[in-house]
Nanobody, 123 residues
Framework: QVQLVESGGGLVQPGGSLRLSCAAS????????MAWFRQAPGKDREFVAS????????YYADSLKGRFTISRDNAENTVYLRMNNVKPDDTAVYYC????????????????WGRGTQVTVSS
């Protein structure tokens, strides 16, 4: 069982930066692939980025490459999402998810989810 708690969301101006964190419980964090998804009002949940259990491999939604960076600290049981040059279209609830297997871009493949953290990009 893995429990996930996101933090770091808030209001940010266009062009600004934000770092989201996801703290995981349990001693097996390093065996889980992790991912970030987001969901804007009226839209489906959307893949943002994923990272392998070791942290060696990362994957991004094509539209977000170059602006977002996913990383993890297995000693701290935490995964991060660095968001640079944010845009109003990045406004959404951001969720982290864990999977006891390789990474995936499909939300249905993840067994554990946090409650999400709201990111609002507005001037």
């Amino acid at each position: 069982q893995v429990q996930l708690v996101e933090s770091g969301g808030g209001l940010v101006q266009p062009g600004g930066s934000l770092r989201l964190s996801c703290a995981a419980s349990g001693r097996t964090f390093s065996s889980y692939a992790m991912a970030w998804f987001r969901q804007a009002p009226g839209k489906d949940r959307e893949f943002v980025a994923s990272i392998s259990a070791s942290g060696s491999f990362t994957y991004y939604a094509d539209s977000l490459k170059g602006r977002f960076t996913i990383s993890r600290d297995n000693a701290e049981n935490t995964v991060y999402l660095r968001m640079n040059n944010v845009k109003p279209d990045d406004t959404a609830v951001y969720y982290c998810a864990a999977r006891a297997a390789g990474t995936s871009y499909l939300p249905d493949n993840y067994q554990y989810w946090g409650r999400g953290t709201q990111v609002t990009v507005s001037s």
